[in-house]
């Protein structure tokens, strides 16, 4: 061998900033060069003929171990590996190390990384900082939308209520302030079926059905919304495409994306509503692309695009590029949420002055499955003679219900907890034909209420009523008859008369 090379080499490890080491694979250090002294403070008679394991940090131990004892097949390389070397001080240092074998020793080369570990931590707490506070201002910007919404619809109600206690009210002036205050209450209702649905809470009725057949009849309400200067053309393959899902909130998420449609076009121009099958969800933004049978319902118009700073930032709550008083911005924040709980997503693609197209993904189903309709006749708002056990923990919405139902002709008992319902069922349970249960009660709910009525009372209906559950929104309704809060009087008869009738149909 060539001295020169000799003395390269020797000067090499003399002089080198990095850690060299030979050692045997039970970890014993055969030779070190004088770097350990610099960057850990032992010094190479202190460490030669010890083990390097016994520097380690504690937690770095056992895959240290593994990874030398693998190198004693000359075969294996290590080009990267990260442990931690305990200093004299007693401090540790981040090592990042280069090793090889010969079959016999163990060489390597150590990069002390402390400083770039540190640096890369510290970025990530300022990154993770940053997105708290973006988090923070999302929040406040989706709490002050919700406030300014509800203040508004608030100020409709109050104002309508002292109205209604003046003395020298005509009746059609009180007509008109009853009217006003139901029409909020349902403007209020909306909003928050919107809020639910961004935040994929709301509580879905999933259904099977054909989207074509769904996207022909929601066009003609589309028309109508869109005015004569719109054209709407569908373009819908023969054959059938079903998905299961809620069928109302498919055909609100289609008309939200047709309303944005005829905004951005100004009330002009050519609004195409297409469905096909696909075998997959493209890659969107940070997402992957996800694999399985999908239905693609694409909607395209001709209007004036969004902005790439805009299109960032469109299905952000109370977000909107429209006039103050021109819409809440939650609109494409329920179809969002609705693609998202459903199981799929939702895609735009937009150029500026070129228009804009809108793809919502759901998964596709099997036709075989498809339901029979419900054939019950219509139901009517008199309640004569059918038995309701209320269960419903807060006492004045329990009050209030039970109140009205009395009105409209039921006989009600009130129970304040599903403890004291099942307790009511165990006097005589024939004295009711339904259970009608909130699912949010403290102990068990009315879900696990449910369940145990059916388990002891078979044949008994149960239906439940909630305005936001986590658990329905996770597990779905598991079999039973919801009614979403808020509900009027006729739909609470409505469900109650539907469940009663299914079961002497049942007979």
């Known amino acids: 061998m060539d001295p020169a090379t000799d003395v390269g080499r020797s000067l090499l490890w003399t002089h080198s900033r990095l850690l060299m080491l030979t050692a045997k694979f039970d970890g014993t250090i055969i ?12 010094s190479v008679d202190e460490i030669v003929g010890t083990s390097f394991f016994d520097l380690l940090h504690p937690d770095d131990l056992d895959r240290t171990v593994a990874e030398a004892t693998a190198m004693m097949d000359e075969r294996h390389q290590v080009p990267k590996f990260e442990n931690r070397y305990r200093t004299k001080s007693g401090q540790y240092r981040d090592i990042d190390w280069t090793a090889v074998s010969d079959g016999r020793c163990i060489i390597a080369i150590g990069r002390d990384d402390t400083e770039g570990k540190r640096h890369t931590l510290a970025l990530a707490e300022a990154e993770e900082a940053m997105r708290q506070g973006q988090k923070m201002e999302a929040i406040g910007q989706f709490t002050g939308g919700v406030a300014h919404d509800f203040n508004n619809l608030l100020t409709v109600i109050t104002g309508a209520v002292d109205l209604l206690k003046r003395p020298d009210l005509s009746d059609e002036r009180r007509a008109k302030f009853l009217n006003a205050i139901g029409d909020t209450a349902e403007r209020a209702t909306k909003l928050t079926r919107q809020l639910l649905a961004f935040a994929r809470r709301q509580v879905l009725k999933p259904e099977l059905f054909d989207v074509g057949a769904s996207v022909v009849e929601v066009a003609d309400v589309v028309r109508t919304l869109t005015g004569p200067r719109v054209e709407v053309d569908l373009n819908l393959p023969g054959g059938h495409l079903f998905t299961c899902a809620d069928r109302s909130q498919f055909d609100t998420a289609v008309i939200n994306l047709a309303i944005n449609a005829r905004d951005a076009m100004d009330g002009e121009g050519r609004l195409t509503i297409a469905t ?7 890659r969107l933004s940070l997402n992957k692309a996800v694999e399985g049978d999908f239905v693609a319902v694409t909607i395209t118009d001709t209007g004036s695009g969004i902005g790439d700073d805009d299109l960032r930032k469109i299905f952000e709550p109370f977000f909107t590029t429209k006039e103050v008083g021109h819409g809440t911005g939650l609109g494409l924040s329920q179809v969002f949420g609705f693609a998202k709980q459903s199981g799929g997503d939702i895609h735009v693609s937009s150029e500026l002055g070129r228009g804009s197209t809108f793809t919502l993904y759901l998964p596709r189903a099997n036709s075989k499955n498809v339901a029979g309709s419900d054939k019950l006749a219509s139901v009517v708002a008199a309640g004569t003679g059918v038995r309701v056990l209320v269960v419903e923990d807060n006492v004045s919405v329990g009050e209030f219900t039970s109140s009205a139902l009395l009105e409209l002709g039921y006989q009600c008992i009130l129970s304040n907890s599903a403890q004291d319902a099942l307790a009511e069922l165990l006097k005589n349970a ?6 009608f249960s909130d699912v949010n009660m403290p102990g068990m709910t009315g879900i696990e209420l449910g369940e145990e009525v059916w388990r002891l009372y078979p044949g008994l209906p149960v239906v439940l009523t909630s305005g936001y559950s986590h658990d329905l929104a996770k597990n779905g309704l598991q079999g039973f008859e919801l009614l979403q809060k808020p509900y009027s009087m006729e739909q609470l008869s409505g469900v109650l008369r539907k469940a009663v009738d299914r079961k002497t149909a049942s007979r």
Request: hydrophobic share 55%; charged share 10%.
């Open 276 to 282: 096909g099958a696909v075998s997959s969800i493209p």
């Open 430 to 435: 024939a004295r009711f034909d339904v259970v």
């Open 31 to 42: 030779a070190a060069n004088p770097a350990w002294t610099q960057m850990l403070g032992w």
